[in-house]
Structure formats: structure tokens, C-alpha cells
């Protein structure tokens, strides 16, 4: 079946305009998961959603950074007033229900903040 | 202290050599683990679970010490195509828990 699917793969933007990233889990998923990466880095957690419940936002950089879940399936990672040190690939990942299921993750989209 | 820590390395092994990874997490009810493979500019991919009774598949072998807190992964038998980052991952419970990724232990494997 399909993975987790992101978009765009990759995009350029300047300093200080507004950059929305998509994420289309996997379907049936109850669990949501975004991600940083800067090159050479481990993962930094940003957000995190289950089901219907609140967002786990503890990971989100600055009031910059918001992300929302529609339906329970698609997210949009927004990045308002971007900044050069928002420069990272951005990770989705996905997972069923379960303590024990692993997550799958998305290809990512690649931020470049020139 | 990190949630999930991992020696970062690098490790620089021959083919043909075994190599083992810890990582060690801080909260005991932390409820399930895994190992991830990262290879350069991809995302990460599930290697294997980690199960309490400790659990092997071909050449990879995981187990877990609840008492000490800590997982291990053991690669025998390495592969060049086993160069990667491994990362750690512990899952806190409940019906879909947050994870904790640690930040990888990097592998070179050379010929």
C-alpha cells in the first residue's frame, strides 16, 4: 500500500516569508508524528497527534512554527516569517494504533531559507 | 541528560567484523523499543523491534535490559552496505505514544 507521502520534496524560500509543508499519512493511522533534521543531526521532535486528543506542541522551536491535522489524516506544517536557521529537512511519520507499532516516515521536504 | 542516549561514534570496521551498539534511556516505563537504520539523506527505516526476550533476524541481533535501562544492537558478519546511522527509538506507552529518538551511532564498514 502507499507510504507517507510529503510535499513539496524541496523548497526555496526567502527570509522572512511563509512556508507550508504537507504530510499525507498513512490511511488508518491514528498517529502523527514532525520532525526536524539539520545536516548531520538527529531527529528534533516537534509535534506530535493522536487521534482526537490535544497536540503534544512541546518540540515547536517558537510561536513561529504551528501544524495542524484535518480530518484526522492530512498535516500541514506552517513556518511563518522564515528564518535561515529554519534551514532542515522536515520529517513526517505515521503509526497505528498500539504501543508497539513502529512509525513510518515520509520522504521529507528539504527547507532552504536563503 | 538525554531521554535516549546513543555513543555516537564513528565506528570504522572491517568486512566480516561484528560490531555492538547501547543506548541507554531514562524513563522506566518506557514501554517499547526499536532500532532504525538512517543511510545518508534518506529518511529513517525500521530495522527491528526490540523484545524483552531479545530477538535476532539474520545477522542482527537486539536485546533489551529493563533493569539497567539500556538496548543493544549486535551486527555480525558486516556488510559495506551496512554503513549507516543507527538510531535508538523508546516509545513511552500508551495507545500510540510520543517516541524518543536518539541521535544515531554512525557505522562505516570498509573493505
Known amino acids: 500500500g502507499a507510504g507517507v507521502s510529503q510535499s513539496p520534496s524541496n523548497k526555496v524560500t526567502e527570509k522572512g516569508k511563509d512556508v507550508e509543508l504537507r504530510c499525507d499519512p498513512i490511511s488508518g493511522h491514528t498517529a502523527l508524528y514532525w520532525y526536524r533534521q539539520s545536516l548531520g543531526q538527529g531527529l528534533e521532535f516537534l509535534i506530535y497527534f493522536q487521534g482526537n486528543s490535544a497536540p503534544d506542541k512541546s518540540g515547536l522551536p517558537s510561536d513561529r512554527f504551528s501544524a495542524e491535522r484535518t480530518g484526522g489524516s492530512v498535516s500541514t506544517l506552517t513556518i511563518q516569517r522564515t528564518q535561515q536557521e529554519d534551514s532542515a529537512v522536515y520529517l513526517c511519520?505515521?503509526?497505528?494504533?498500539?504501543?508497539?507499532?513502529?512509525?513510518?516516515f515520509g520522504p521529507g521536504t528539504r527547507l532552504t531559507v536563503l | 541528560r538525554k531521554e535516549v542516549e546513543q555513543d555516537p561514534g564513528p565506528f570504522n570496521v572491517p568486512e566480516g567484523a561484528t560490531v555492538a551498539f547501547n543506548c541507554t534511556y531514562s524513563n522506566s516505563a518506557s514501554q517499547s523499543f526499536f532500532w532504525y537504520r538512517q543511510d545518508c539523506r534518506k529518511e529513517p527505516k525500521l530495522l527491528m523491534s526490540v523484545y524483552s526476550s531479545g530477538n535476532e533476524d539474520g545477522r542482527f541481533t537486539a536485546q533489551l535490559n529493563r533493569a539497567s535501562q539500556y538496548i543493544s544492537l549486535l551486527i555480525r558478519d558486516s556488510k559495506l552496505s551496512d554503513s549507516a546511522t543507527y538510531l535508538c527509538?523508546?516509545?513511552?506507552?500508551?495507545?500510540?505514544?510520543?517516541?524518543?529518538f536518539g541521535d544515531g551511532t554512525t557505522l562505516t564498514v570498509k573493505p
Open positions: 527509538v523508546v516509545n513511552k506507552g500508551g495507545n500510540a505514544g510520543k517516541s524518543t
Open positions: 511519520a505515521s503509526r497505528a494504533s498500539g504501543p508497539y507499532n513502529e512509525q513510518f
